[in-house]
């Protein structure tokens, strides 16, 4: 059996996507607006999960596919945060610290896409 050694974006997408899940758990307790949890609940957990697919790519184009999908997600996230954080459903520093996690993930999607597409498809 293969085991794959965790890489820095798989460390950082699953701490993501566990801060996330519990995120969505506690804006529920608040009562917040439904579809804006939604639409988080959607997109949050969508990049964990389009990572996961990339480990499984059929081609480098796949591979850069499916990274692309999980950085669409990441930035739609960070737009759901900023309008909970406007909203008041977020306060100051939980806005921030899920950004913070949210644009480390987008940082390093960039950057992978970036060298893969450099590498030639």
């Not at 969505?24 to 990572?51: D, F, M, P």
């Not at 081609?59 to 945060?81: C, H, T």
């Not at 949210?102 to 950057?111: A, D, G, K, R």
Request: proline letters at 1%.
């Amino acid at each position: 059996m293969l085991v794959r050694k965790p890489n820095i974006l798989q460390i950082k997408t699953d701490a993501l996507m566990e801060r996330m899940v519990k995120l969505i758990a506690y804006l529920k307790t608040k009562q917040t607006q439904r579809e804006w949890v939604t639409q988080l609940s959607r997109c949050g957990t969508s990049i964990g999960a389009n990572i996961a697919e990339s480990r499984n790519a059929q081609s480098r184009a796949d591979f850069v596919n499916k990274l692309n999908i999980a950085l669409k997600e990441a930035d739609e996230a960070k737009y759901w945060i900023n309008i909970l954080h406007r909203s008041d459903a977020l306060n100051d520093k939980e806005s921030f610290s899920i950004s913070k996690d949210v644009n480390e993930v987008i940082s390093l999607l960039t950057s992978i896409i970036k060298k893969t597409k450099e590498n030639g498809l």
